[in-house]
């Protein structure tokens, strides 16, 4: 069975850092692109970033590119995603997903986690 589980959110003010994880078990991680999707109130899933099964190539939203970074322990079964510079607009539920480099459309994503919420404010 697929499981995904992600920690690391929480509350922090406009400007602070926060890094999430993603604990993946159930398949062969290190086969699999991996990627971090959020969701906030009143709006639909939209992609943040990807990464390659190998780590090697990654990818961001236009949003958070400079802020966030992603990237993988395949040893260890888990993604990851560190989140700085953080504005009050990154305040959504976060997911991991099994896809999300090449595959961008939550639609088109079988597999996610129960979600991780990080909210922004002062």
């Known amino acids: 069975e697929v499981q995904l589980v992600e920690s690391g959110g929480g509350l922090v003010q406009p400007g602070g850092s926060l890094r999430l994880s993603c604990a993946a078990s159930g398949f062969t991680f290190s086969y699999y692109d991996m990627g971090w999707f959020r969701q906030a109130p009143g709006k639909g899933r939209e992609w943040v970033s990807g990464?390659?099964?190998?780590?090697?190539?990654?990818a961001n939203a236009d949003a958070v590119k400079g802020r966030f970074t992603i990237s993988r322990d395949n040893a260890k079964n888990t993604l990851y995603m560190q989140l700085n510079s953080l504005k009050t607009e990154d305040t959504a539920m976060y997911y991991c997903?099994?896809?999300?480099?090449?595959?961008?459309?939550?639609?088109?994503?079988?597999?996610w986690g129960q979600g991780t919420q990080v909210t922004v404010s002062s």
């Open positions: 990464i390659s099964y190998t780590g090697r190539s990654t």
């Open positions: 997903a099994r896809g999300g480099f090449n595959t961008r459309d939550p639609l088109n994503i079988r597999y």
